[in-house]
Nanobody, 116 residues
C-alpha cells in the first residue's frame, strides 16, 4: 500500500522560510520522479517542483529562485525548501510520484500559511 506523508508546514511571515518533507512508502522510491504540488483555496492543484530519479529538477516560474526540491533515496523522502515566502504561496502542499502525472492517491497534505 502506497503512503505519502507530508509534514513541515505552518504559519510564517512573508519573507520567511519553511522546509517540507514527504515520506513515501510502498513504492520503489529511488526510480520514481517525485513532485511537490499545491492547492490554494478555490484554485486547482498545481505542480510546483519536480525532481527526477537522476536528480534533475524543474520548477513553476512563480517559485524559481525561492524553492529548492531535493531527495534522499536512503530515507525515501523528498524535501521542499521554501525561502522568501509570499502570501500567494499559501496553500496545502502535497507530494506525489510520477513524471507526466501523479501516480498515487494523495496524502493529507501539509498547510502552509504566509501572512503579510
Amino acid at each position: 500500500q502506497v503512503q505519502l506523508v507530508e509534514s513541515g508546514g505552518g504559519l510564517v511571515q512573508a519573507g520567511g522560510s519553511l522546509r517540507l518533507s514527504c515520506a513515501a512508502s510502498g513504492i520503489i522510491f529511488s526510480i520514481n520522479a517525485m513532485g511537490w504540488y499545491r492547492q490554494a483555496p478555490g484554485k486547482q492543484r498545481e505542480l510546483v517542483a519536480r525532481i527526477t530519479s537522476g536528480g534533475s529538477t524543474n520548477y513553476v516560474d512563480s517559485v524559481k529562485g525561492r524553492f529548492t526540491i531535493s531527495r534522499d533515496n536512503a530515507k525515501n523522502t523528498v524535501y521542499l525548501q521554501m525561502n522568501s515566502l509570499k502570501p500567494e504561496d499559501t496553500a496545502v502542499y502535497y507530494c506525489n510520484a510520477g513524471t507526466i502525472r501523479p501516480l498515487y492517491n494523495w496524502g493529507q497534505g501539509t498547510q502552509v500559511t504566509v501572512s503579510s
